[in-house]
């Protein structure tokens, strides 16, 4: 039973991606900070770390609410730039989910373009009829099932779209940033997974979605992986008596959702997956230079 290390997990990724970027060529990374918001600083700071750990070039642009529309079309036409992100919440809502919509696919390096996300709910895992090319998935949700596989969640000796077979797993959260889109993806994978939201639990099997009356407590003690991504202290945190023995237990939320003893019960607890939000942010940025910038 023990605490994992973030960095260690993000390490192995951000090492690969410096090998990409010395073989491909100078990358460019634009941010677009328009809010005041602590945390949108944060998440700046972490992405100018993560393309000074891999080589990759880092332009942050501090631009008004009303301006980020029109530097987005124009960072859409400029060939010195390979990759746009924009830091979250700006209005909310609405008007958020269309600037994302707003960015050119082959630019948008944390995967919430409209193209992505469809590609992400139908299983689509290519961008190129000859499925040489990967499309991009977000960054979070895939820094966990990449952190599932480093910690032997996941059975990688199956194969693709099975690697998670007969998993039973957890999420409490089902936002269109993390929640949904980490239960797809697992789902995709194999995986038997209950997802609890304010507006009632549901079940994620292969491409299916369907209502459940399940519990917490019955979900949790069959689950082999929580994730609890809840951004409120009053959320109930997942407590040790709870949890399957042995189970892997990650926390997502910027307030803890894990009770201490978590650690006594879990075989491994992560409980910040920042780190490694910001490896899979490099790696997307590579992975779409290859697939649409590359000369």
Known sequence: MALVDPQALAQPFLDQVRREVDRLGPIRLTGLLASHERASQVYADYAAAGCAATGIGWDLRRVDPEDVSRVVFELNDDPACHGIMVFYPIFGGARDRSLQNELRPEKDVEGLHAQWTGRLYHDIRTVDPEGKKKAVLPCTPLGVVKSLEALGA?????????????????????????????????????????????DGPVIFEGRRVTPTDIDRRT????SDVVVAAVPSRDFPRVRAEELKPGCVAVN????????????DVAKHTLLRVGPITVAMLMRNTARLFENFHRG
């Not at 089902?174 to 994978?189: C, F, Q, W």
């Not at 979900?219 to 069959?222: D, G, K, P, T």
């Not at 997502?252 to 650690?263: M, P, R, S, T």
């Open 252 to 263: 997502v939320a910027h307030v803890n959702n894990l009770a201490e003893d978590v650690v």
């Open 219 to 222: 979900a949790l003690a069959l």
């Open 154 to 198: 996941y059975r990688t000796e199956l194969g693709p779209r099975r690697q998670a077979d007969g998993l039973v797993a957890t999420v409490f959260n089902r936002s269109e940033v993390v929640g949904r889109p980490l239960a797809a993806m697992l789902a995709h994978d194999g995986a038997r997974v209950f997802s609890f939201d304010i």
